[in-house]
């Protein structure tokens, strides 16, 4: 974004308050509204890329040089055959012990065991205890959900992998996990009891997605007013004494002429993560 000129909504000083305020949370929205943008940026920020931050809030609130290993997990794949899901986590941690440059872990581990050790060897080698971040947590049940015997598995696999973050408390300086949905804390969280939910804290409703103020404030040109461009607000409310505090709206679009071309290249109402300049 910095490389071809494009706008972007600062959202670090909540990043700022969060990291601040807690060590683990739980983020719940939709599909769509910037929940992995948000788990990157919080990547790029523990392990010290000071110069994405440069501009920023968080720049000068920040200790650069203190990195934080990370572990980042995504579930993108399929789930939907017995053991799939625990091939996939080991696959992930394997490739994150060799971005570490650590020798593989013990053989004939689980995943849970897998990220025990893990988690325990990136806190010895960096003298800092890590930083652990899960996209789309719930996506290997829900993607099953029709088939009651594979979604009941990869829960109780989730159940125990999620568990071992808890007890690996003096190896993790912090946990985001987002998701889609939100389990019970006794049911796929019974291991992870201490995540503060933050889908429904006004304080952190806008923490994705845009607001319809930030079309005006950020991606309106004087050239281009957003009242002139095309907008698409599909968002939540979260509200406190009847009073909304925040409006994101992640499906939002601004599009404004140039010549030979009527919107930016790549950009979708769906997917626009930022726009570039006129």
Same mark, same amino acid.
């Given at each position: 974004?910095?490389?071809?000129?494009?706008?972007?909504?600062?959202?670090?000083?909540?990043?700022?308050?969060?990291?601040?305020?807690?060590?683990?949370?739980?983020?719940?929205?939709?599909?769509?509204?910037?929940?992995?943008?948000?788990?990157?940026?919080?990547?790029?920020?523990?392990?010290?890329?000071?110069?994405?931050?440069?501009?920023?809030?968080?720049?000068?609130?920040?200790?650069?040089?203190?990195?934080?290993?990370?572990?980042?997990?995504?579930?993108?794949?399929?789930?939907?055959?017995?053991?799939?899901?625990?091939?996939?986590?080991?696959?992930?941690?394997?490739?994150?012990?060799?971005? =570490?440059?650590?020798?593989?872990?013990?053989?004939?581990?689980?995943?849970?065991?897998r990220l025990r050790?893990?988690?325990?060897?990136?806190?010895?080698?960096?003298g800092r205890p890590?930083?652990?971040?899960?996209?789309?947590?719930?996506?290997?049940?829900?993607?099953?959900?029709?088939?009651?015997?594979?979604?009941?598995?990869?829960?109780?696999?989730?159940?125990?992998?999620?568990?071992?973050?808890?007890?690996?408390?003096?190896?993790?300086?912090?946990?985001?996990?987002?998701?889609?949905?939100?389990?019970?804390?006794?049911?796929?969280?019974?291991?992870?009891?201490?995540?503060?939910?933050?889908?429904?804290?006004?304080?952190? =409703?806008?923490?994705?997605?845009?607001?319809?103020?930030?079309?005006?404030?950020?991606?309106?040109?004087?050239?281009?007013?957003?009242?002139?461009?095309t907008r698409y607000?599909?968002?939540?409310?979260?509200?406190?004494?009847?009073?909304?505090?925040?409006?994101?709206?992640?499906?939002?679009?601004?599009?404004?002429?140039?010549?030979?071309?009527?919107?930016?290249?790549?950009?979708?109402?769906?997917?626009?993560?930022?726009?570039?300049?006129?």
């Open positions: 974004m910095r490389e071809t000129d494009s706008y972007y909504v600062d959202k670090t000083p909540l990043i700022r308050e969060l990291i601040d305020g807690g060590d683990h949370y739980f983020l719940s929205r939709p599909r769509r509204f910037g929940k992995s943008l948000l788990l990157n940026t919080l990547r790029e920020l523990f392990v010290g890329s000071e110069p994405l931050f440069r501009g920023l809030h968080i720049h000068s609130h920040w200790d650069w040089t203190r990195p934080h290993p990370v572990v980042r997990l995504s579930f993108a794949g399929n789930y939907d055959e017995p053991g799939a899901l625990g091939q996939d986590l080991l696959a992930q941690l394997a490739i994150i012990e060799r971005n =570490a440059g650590l020798s593989p872990g013990p053989e004939g581990l689980g995943a849970p065991g050790d893990l988690l325990d060897r990136l806190h010895r080698k960096a890590a930083v652990v971040l899960v996209d789309e947590y719930d996506k290997p049940i829900l993607d099953v959900l029709g088939d009651t015997d594979m979604a009941k598995a990869n829960r109780d696999h989730l159940r125990g992998f999620y568990g071992v973050i808890k007890d690996s408390a003096e190896h993790v300086r912090f946990t985001f996990v987002t998701g889609i949905s939100m389990f019970s804390k006794v049911s796929l969280f019974s291991g992870l009891n201490n995540l503060r939910n933050i889908s429904l804290d006004p304080c952190f =409703a806008t923490i994705c997605g845009y607001t319809d103020g930030d079309l005006d404030d950020v991606f309106a040109p004087p050239s281009c007013p957003a009242s002139t461009g607000a599909t968002g939540t409310t979260a509200t406190t004494g009847g009073a909304t505090r925040g409006f994101t709206t992640p499906l939002t679009s601004c599009c404004c002429s140039r010549p030979g071309n009527s919107a930016p290249t790549g950009m979708k109402p769906a997917r626009l993560l930022s726009y570039t300049r006129p």
